[in-house]
Structures are given as C-alpha cells and as structure tokens.
C-alpha cells in the first residue's frame, strides 16, 4: 500500500507538472483570447461555455502525449542548464584575476582540444569520453571554488586561541567544585579537541584538492598533446578518462564529509559565544 500510495503521488506530481506548462502555452492563451473576443463580439456567453470545454479537453489530453511530456522535460534540462550556466559564471567572477585566468585557460584548453580532434581525426561527432571534458571543467571550478575558501578558512583560523582554550577548558575541569560542573567542561575539552583535529583535516583537504586541480589541469595538457598525435578515432578511444573522474568523486566526497564536521565545531562555538574561533571574526 506503501509502494500503491507513493507512485501515486509521484504520478499526481509529474501529471500536474505537465498540466502547468500546458496551460501556460501561448496557443492556449491566444485560443481562450479569440473565444472571449468572440463572446464580446456576439453578446452571447455560448463561445464562454465552449471555450471551457475545449479547455477542459486540452488540458487533460495535451500533458498525455508522450511527445509532449518530452517537450516540457528538454524545458526543464535547458533551464536548469541555464541556470547552472549563470551560477558558474557568476562564481567565477568572484574569483581573483589568477584564478579567473586558470579557470579561462582551461576553458580554452577544453575547447582547443575538441577542435583538434575534429582537425585531425577528421571525425564529426565527438566521442561521450571527449564530451565529458565540460563536466571536468565544471570540476575544476568547483573544487577551486572549494579550495579558495578552505585556504582562507586555514588563514583565518586562530589555532593559539583554541589551544589557550583548551588548556584553560583543562583546568577547569581539574578543579570543579561539583560533579556537573566538571561535566560540562570536560564536554568543553573534547569539543575543543574535536576543533584542534578539524584544522588538521582542513589542511589535508586543502592538500587533496589542490593536487586535485593540477591533474585536472595536467590530463587536458595530456590530452590536447595526444591528440595532435592521433589520426583515428578509436586510437583516442583508449585513452583512460574514467580514472580523473573516479579521483574527481572521491575528492568531492571526502570534502563533503569533512565540511558536515567543520559545519558542526563553529555552530557548536557561536551557540557557546566562542566568536573569537570563527573564520569570519579573524576576516
């Protein structure tokens, strides 16, 4: 029943999805224009009446067509697209002119080496490994992204302060006068030890990724001298593109996991008023 109802609802989600972008087409406006125009025209309230009937008819057997439903789904892709576009874009511009300069040569790069391969294998299309250089760049962004704000997380950390802290979260402990007391500065200690091993695995990150973008930045420069070399499209085909990917994806998980551990020390330190350990206080 479990299974019965969510299918349902998904099926109720995607059907209204449809229905939507059905009634939002210009040929449905313009065709409920001409009818109102038509029961101004006559004084009569028939062209009304059968304006809702095809209306009603429309609007349940247009989001069936199958064609249709693919129509408003390549919508969808093109917008999000779109979208992605616009935020990448804008992402880089807030990038310092040495980074934006790595991003666009890498850019060029990426397109140089789609050019050469149509120049000298003579190809027309371009193989699935060769389209995915796009998405390697949309990495190489994103983890520069990434790296850029852990390095300055990294300089903006009082690391002294929390030692200090912690020896004084130590003593404190040490000489509690009552057991919860002790309690709660011994949580104190090892939330503060939790911070202290936090920075080591900010600057293991920021190791990671940074040799992460060089072989991003390597493989294209890999790429586009292999390819000068080529003369066939199966010889390019042997070249090995899932071994970047794989690297790019345990990259972006390790970041994730240590960005929820990360996340957790400096709210745990704004909710005790520990403001002096926030990266943006030392900004």
Do not use: C
């Not at 789904?73 to 917008?79: A, S, Y």
């Not at 200090?164 to 709660?184: C, S």
């Not at 080529?230 to 970041?255: R, V, W």
């Not at 400096?266 to 350990?277: I, K, Q, S, V």
């Amino acid at each position: 029943m479990a299974d019965l109802a969510k299918y349902q609802q998904e099926f109720n989600r995607f059907n209204t999805k449809y229905v939507k972008e059905a009634v939002k087409e210009p040929v449905n406006f313009w065709g409920l224009a001409g009818f109102a125009v038509a029961a101004a025209y006559t004084g009569s309230i028939i062209p009304l009446l059968v304006a809702l009937i095809f209306e009603a008819i429309y609007v349940v057997a247009l989001p069936m067509v199958p064609a249709y439903r693919q129509l408003v789904n390549n919508r969808e892709k093109d917008r999000a697209r779109a979208l992605n576009k616009a935020n990448r874009d804008k992402l880089i511009k807030s990038f310092t002119p040495r980074e934006r300069e790595a991003v666009e040569y890498l850019r060029w790069q990426k397109d140089k080496i789609q050019e050469n391969y149509h120049k000298f294998t003579g190809a027309r299309e371009l193989p699935t490994n060769l389209r995915s250089l796009e998405q390697r760049w949309e990495d190489f962004v994103d983890l520069l992204d990434v790296y850029r704000r852990r390095k300055q997380h990294l300089k903006s950390i009082n690391r002294q302060a929390v030692h200090n802290q912690l020896a004084q979260a130590f003593k404190a402990a040490e000489n509690a006068p009552d057991e919860k007391t002790r309690r709660i500065q011994q949580t104190n200690v090892e939330i503060l030890k939790r911070r202290l091993a936090s920075f080591d695995e900010l600057e293991n990150s920021v190791k990671l990724v940074e040799g992460q973008l060089q072989s991003i930045e390597n493989f294209f420069g890999y790429l586009n001298d292999e390819i000068v070399t080529m003369s066939t499209p199966e010889k390019f085909s042997l070249l090995d593109f899932e071994q970047l990917s794989d690297s790019i994806a345990m990259t972006k998980q390790m970041l994730d996991a240590t960005s929820d551990s990360v996340g957790a020390l400096d709210a745990y330190n704004r909710e005790m008023g520990n403001y002096e350990l926030l990266p943006e206080a030392n900004r």
